[in-house]
């Protein structure tokens, strides 16, 4: 079984290129690009893209980043879901093709995402930090409209790096889990959110990784 230091060594291979989207995602391409779910190791990731480049008959740069994003985003929730899952405090989920739950944190049901600090929120870091029931509407609010959205409960892990390389924080091991770690070691109830949206109720919170 592979463990967190592997994706998270895995996951630096994308530091290489540059995070950009040269399409809009959309379930066609998903589909075409779905091997990243069982594809851990990068070397074996730019193999699968070769091949699919050529039976798709598309354009090599587009599938490149398209996949990588793809890949990246999705190994870097195993990351931090495999953090959470260390601690005695979460149950794991046991149907794994159930989208809205990945885990059980004092027996409430979570999804989790990990989000860069939106570049389109109406304001600053520091606000959101100070009321993070503002941010956390908006990121329900103008979630991606693929197969993961949803309406119920969410952990937003926020990343932010002053650099501006904020993407790079969801490999960055040693924050992750200490985020996640002193998360679960203060947790309560009474500090998440009761989000209320187009008649469902949902609790969410959001663990920050700054830098």
């Not at 091949?51 to 587009?62: G, I, M």
């Not at 989000?115 to 990121?139: E, N, R, V």
């Amino acid at each position: 079984m592979i463990d967190e230091a592997f994706i998270a060594e895995q996951l630096k291979n994308r530091w290489d290129y540059p995070y950009q989207w040269l399409r809009k995602q959309n379930d066609h391409w998903d589909a075409m690009t779905n091997f990243i779910y069982k594809t851990p190791v990068w070397q074996e990731l730019i193999e699968l893209i070769k091949l699919s480049v050529d039976a798709y008959e598309v354009d090599k740069r587009e599938l490149f980043y398209y996949a990588a994003n793809r890949w990246y985003n999705f190994w870097s929730a195993m990351l931090v879901e495999r953090l959470f899952c260390q601690s005695e405090f979460v149950v794991p989920a046991l149907n794994h093709k159930n989208r809205l739950v990945d885990f059980s944190l004092y027996g409430i049901d979570f999804d989790h995402k990990t989000s860069i600090f939106p570049k389109k929120y109406k304001s600053t870091l520091y606000y959101a930090q100070k009321h993070k029931a503002d941010l956390i509407y908006w990121l329900y609010q103008n979630q991606s409209q693929q197969q993961r959205k949803h309406l119920a409960n969410r952990l937003f892990i926020v990343v932010h790096n002053q650099d501006g390389e904020h993407w790079k924080l969801k490999a960055d091991l040693p924050k992750l889990k200490k985020a996640v770690f002193k998360y679960l070691s203060t947790f309560s109830k009474e500090n998440l959110v009761l989000v209320d949206l187009e008649n469902h109720k949902a609790w969410s919170d959001i663990i920050w990784v700054t830098e």
